[in-house]
């Protein structure tokens, strides 16, 4: 059977774990290793899908709960897919919504057959089991669906997080058994472990064996130092097929982005770039720049001098701070387009540095200019 999605390793970089690649999907093939803005409720806060398309984006990431939720899986079904009904030709990734019910839901029941909660717009009593997470996704039609799994706290027990990733595993046969078009749609296996190296080999080697197009790596960058999610990855994906996408979920540093690829991650999404934005924080080629604050109230130069942006190339500081302090929305859209062609444009030097094998010189370049500690970064 032919599937949706297909992985092409490119080159490997000789010096590090990192890899280049191609991410075949019915809706185009793109280079890897790359960033996917998000797009929650099916837009990208701020920013449109030809604005994303001009900076490069290939992937989008939607949130399967929140549409599942307003405007429901069938309106979008009626539309024509997510693709239609958002004005976007390229491809789009779906998680299981599982992420939020367990994060915003203080109410909640897990069990065997999925989990009870109520949802935190109405409160209303909802059910959300494996099979129900395929069946929102097809209707939705992303080119990349997520199993449903359960994310335990980084620091759980060893008890418990065997407990979880013998469950994760059961709800991963029981989403692949409910997908029945996987030449239309791929179907991503979810690895979970926390930090304990034992559980997270034994879950990898279980869904490995299920044989995923991809895998995603869950249950990092929830709040555990980020040495502990290298240390993971260090061990982890030399595990992972060399044939299949490796996707890092919820991570969007700057300097985990490098970091990721030099582990050999090939996908990375995250809100943190938008969702600083809004806030006046920007990313540059020199580390964090805040544009609201009072010295850049007569600095008539671009945010970022060395970016190529559409914000960078027609705005100054002094007119983005105006926008902030005067609460036009014109402002955060600026920041929202600077720092996602920041992230994109990040990761398209990372790819160049693998052709070139030299990934390495360019974390040591790039975290002098952030002005990141290359052996002990701090977080962003």
């Known amino acids: 059977m032919e599937h949706a999605i297909k992985y092409r390793l490119i080159k490997k970089e000789k010096h590090t774990g990192a890899r280049l690649g191609e991410l075949i999907t019915p809706h185009g093939t ?28 290939g992937v989008i990431l ?11 899986p069938d309106i979008v079904e009626e539309a024509g897919h997510l693709h239609q009904f958002m004005n976007w030709d390229q491809a789009i990734l779906t ?6 019910v367990f994060s915003l839901s203080d109410n909640r029941q897990l069990t065997e057959e999925g989990v009870h909660f109520r949802n935190h717009l109405n409160g209303a009593k909802m059910f959300l089991s494996p099979e129900k997470a395929i069946q929102i996704q097809h209707k939705l039609g992303s080119d990349i669906m997520m199993c449903l799994d359960e994310c335990p706290p980084f620091d759980s027990t060893t008890d418990y997080m065997r407990h979880s990733i013998n469950r994760t595993t059961r709800w991963a046969e029981r ?3 409910a997908h029945d078009r996987p030449e239309k749609q791929g179907l991503f296996g979810i690895l979970q472990g926390g930090g304990d190296k034992e559980l997270r080999l034994q879950h ?16 990092l960058s929830v709040g555990e130092p980020k040495a502990d999610m290298y240390r993971v990855l260090d061990f982890l994906t030399p595990v992972m097929p060399e ?25 990375f999404d995250c809100v943190l770039a938008t969702r600083i934005a809004r806030n006046g924080t920007c990313m540059t080629s020199r580390g964090r720049l805040v544009v609201k604050n009072a010295k850049f109230e ?5 945010i970022d001098d060395q970016c190529s942006c559409y914000t960078c190339q027609h705005y100054t500081r002094a007119y983005v701070r105006h926008l902030f302090k005067a609460d036009e929305t014109f402002g955060l859209r600026l920041t929202s387009i600077h720092n996602l062609h920041f992230l994109l444009n990040l ?8 052709r070139e094998d030299n990934l390495l010189e360019f974390k040591e370049y790039f975290f002098e200019q952030y002005g990141l500690n290359v052996e002990n970064p701090k977080n962003f």
């Open 62 to 72: 939607s949130n399967t709960y929140h549409l599942w939720l307003r405007p429901g």
């Open 347 to 354: 990761m398209k030097q990372v790819r160049q540095a693998i």
């Open 95 to 100: 998680d299981s919504g599982g992420f939020q």
């Open 204 to 219: 990898a080697k279980d869904m490995i064996s299920l044989d995923f197009p991809g895998y995603s790596i869950g249950g």
């Open 298 to 302: 007569r600095d008539f130069t671009p």
């Open 175 to 177: 989403c692949l058994r």
């Open 30 to 57: 793109f280079e890897t290793p790359m960033f996917m803005p998000v797009g929650t409720l099916a837009t990208v806060k701020a920013v449109s899908p030809e604005e994303l398309k001009a900076m490069g984006a």
């Open 243 to 267: 044939n299949k996408a490796r996707y890092l979920m919820g991570v969007g540093s700057p300097d985990a982005l490098v970091e990721g690829a030099i582990r050999g991650i090939d996908m």
